[in-house]
């Protein structure tokens, strides 16, 4: 049987509107179409088509980090196509790879349905702006449409420390130099020491991962710099939880004051499949710090974070479960997914039972109406 060509592969990916490629021994390679995986009609991959796979497209550095550390992580071009983030590790004692597509397009505000206070708040001369959600709900991207947007209108130095570099922004008005974690600098860490000796105005971290570089994060943004970044939380008030949580008891206090000085909003948000089956649509809940809401971070009332949300709609605030019951009332995605991603189900699920009954409710009365005026009428067509 003919071997699978990893260029045959990546066009597929591209033509198909794919999100991701799956490469695992023991299986045909398998797309995710619409956030569902669709397994491609070829050959079932073997050991030794996965390492041929994997030696096609990763540079020798990863190679040896594959081999010494399990798994490895990078992104390439494919040709002006696109570009993909690679993540390739073992599984049984085989290699498997997963390469996420990069769109080249840098989408706008009103094309991913950011809340427009969003382009004000990039305006901001300093401060921490958070986007959060899980592993493939479209930060990334996200980031990638903030930074665009400060590149096309202002004139910044904007400095981007990712692990790996995925959107490549060229200079406008801004000028914009992206450095790559294990190439141009070691560690997020030591990136963030040296960043503050570049002169810059606008810097995007690619993920907080641990203590040292969320305390780097928070301090930029102290020092007059306007700081994005992302960070594996599923809602505005456990961003917050889970920044405090990683510091010792000790220090907990004093991060919650910093942060409540420093930190502008947290943008949550979850990616979800149109109910047509074509495309996906991002839900999002959206926290603007405002006095109110700086003053709970700093007294530990996190707890209360989501009532000032609900109050602070002319702000473009709103909650992720009051987004997705938009979503399923206007008829865009479907039950199932409104619950599958929203923070509390048990309440969708029964604001869904109660619209399903006043519905029923509705028509039954339409139906006693029609009914009574044809009795009404009756009489007179006899007449």
Same mark, same amino acid.
């Given at each position: 049987?003919?071997?699978?060509?990893?260029?045959?592969?990546?066009?597929?990916?591209?033509?198909? !509107?794919?999100?991701?490629?799956?490469?695992?021994?023991?299986?045909?390679?398998? *797309?995710?179409?619409?956030? @569902?995986?669709?397994?491609?009609?070829?050959?079932?991959? !073997?050991?030794?088509?996965?390492?041929?796979?994997?030696?096609?497209?990763?540079?020798?550095?990863?190679?040896?980090?594959?081999?010494?550390?399990?798994?490895?992580? /990078? %992104? /390439?071009?494919?040709?002006?196509?696109?570009?993909?983030?690679?993540?390739?590790?073992?599984?049984? %004692?085989?290699?498997?790879?997963?390469?996420?597509?990069?769109?080249?397009?840098?989408?706008?505000?009103?094309?991913? !349905?950011?809340?427009?206070?969003?382009?004000?708040?990039? @305006?901001?001369?300093? %401060?921490? /702006?958070?986007?959060?959600?899980?592993?493939?709900?479209?930060?990334?991207?996200?980031?990638?449409?903030?930074?665009?947007?400060?590149?096309?209108?202002?004139?910044?130095?904007?400095?981007?420390?990712?692990?790996?570099?995925?959107?490549?922004?060229?200079?406008?008005?801004?000028?914009?130099?992206?450095?790559?974690?294990?190439?141009?600098?070691?560690?997020?860490?030591?990136?963030? @020491?040296?960043?503050?000796?570049?002169?810059?105005?606008?810097? *995007?971290?690619?993920?907080?991962?641990?203590?040292?570089?969320?305390?780097?994060?928070?301090?930029?943004?102290?020092?007059?710099?306007?700081?994005?970044?992302?960070?594996?939380?599923?809602?505005?008030?456990?961003?917050?939880?889970?920044?405090?949580?990683?510091?010792?008891?000790?220090?907990?206090?004093?991060?919650?004051?910093?942060?409540?000085?420093?930190?502008?909003?947290?943008?949550?948000?979850?990616?979800?499949?149109?109910?047509?089956?074509?495309?996906?649509?991002?839900?999002?809940?959206?926290?603007?710090?405002?006095?109110?809401?700086?003053?709970?971070?700093?007294?530990?009332?996190?707890?209360?974070?989501?009532?000032?949300?609900?109050? !602070?709609?002319?702000?473009?605030?709103? *909650? *992720?479960?009051?987004?997705?019951?938009?979503?399923?009332?206007?008829?865009?995605?479907?039950?199932?997914?409104?619950?599958?991603?929203?923070?509390?189900?048990?309440?969708?699920?029964?604001?869904?039972?109660?619209? @399903?009954?006043?519905?029923?409710?509705?028509?039954? %009365?339409?139906?006693?109406?029609?009914?009574?005026?044809?009795?009404?009428?009756?009489?007179?067509?006899?007449?």
């Amino acid at each position: 049987m003919a071997t699978v060509n990893m260029d045959r592969l990546l066009q597929a990916c591209v033509t198909q !509107g794919a999100s991701d490629i799956h490469l695992v021994t023991g299986r045909p390679p398998v *797309l995710r179409i619409d956030g @569902r995986l669709r397994s491609l009609e070829t050959k079932v991959l !073997g050991p030794s088509d996965t390492v041929a796979l994997m030696k096609s497209i990763t540079p020798d550095r990863n190679q040896q980090e594959l081999q010494e550390e399990g798994g490895t992580d /990078f %992104g /390439f071009a494919y040709g002006d196509a696109a570009r993909f983030r690679v993540s390739i590790f073992r599984q049984k %004692g085989n290699i498997t790879l997963v390469l996420r597509l990069i769109p080249t397009k840098i989408m706008t505000f009103e094309e991913i !349905g950011l809340p427009k206070i969003c382009a004000a708040l990039c @305006r901001r001369p300093r %401060g921490l /702006f958070l986007v959060t959600g899980p592993t493939g709900c479209g930060k990334t991207t996200t980031l990638a449409c903030m930074v665009s947007y400060i590149n096309e209108n202002f004139d910044r130095h904007i400095i981007t420390v990712e692990d790996p570099i995925e959107y490549y922004h060229e200079h406008k008005k801004s000028i914009i130099n992206q450095r790559e974690v294990g190439i141009d600098v070691p560690s997020f860490g030591e990136a963030l @020491r040296r960043v503050l000796r570049m002169d810059p105005d606008v810097i *995007l971290v690619g993920e907080l991962r641990d203590l040292e570089t969320i305390e780097a994060a928070i301090r930029a943004a102290e020092t007059g710099h306007l700081v994005f970044s992302t960070v594996h939380t599923t809602s505005a008030a456990g961003t917050i939880t889970r920044l405090i949580d990683v510091f010792p008891v000790n220090q907990q206090e004093q991060i919650r004051i910093q942060l409540s000085g420093n930190l502008i909003a947290v943008l949550s948000q979850a990616l979800c499949p149109l109910v047509t089956g074509k495309g996906r649509i991002a839900a999002y809940e959206f926290m603007v710090v405002t006095p109110a809401i700086a003053n709970l971070i700093r007294e530990n009332k996190t707890y209360r974070i989501d009532s000032s949300i609900q109050t !602070g709609k002319k702000l473009g605030m709103q *909650l *992720l479960d009051e987004h997705l019951w938009k979503l399923y009332d206007s008829g865009t995605i479907s039950l199932e997914e409104m619950l599958d991603k929203g923070r509390q189900p048990g309440a969708l699920q029964d604001k869904a039972t109660a619209k @399903r009954q006043g519905a029923r409710a509705r028509a039954k %009365g339409k139906r006693k109406e029609a009914v009574k005026q044809m009795k009404d009428i009756g009489p007179i067509l006899r007449a």
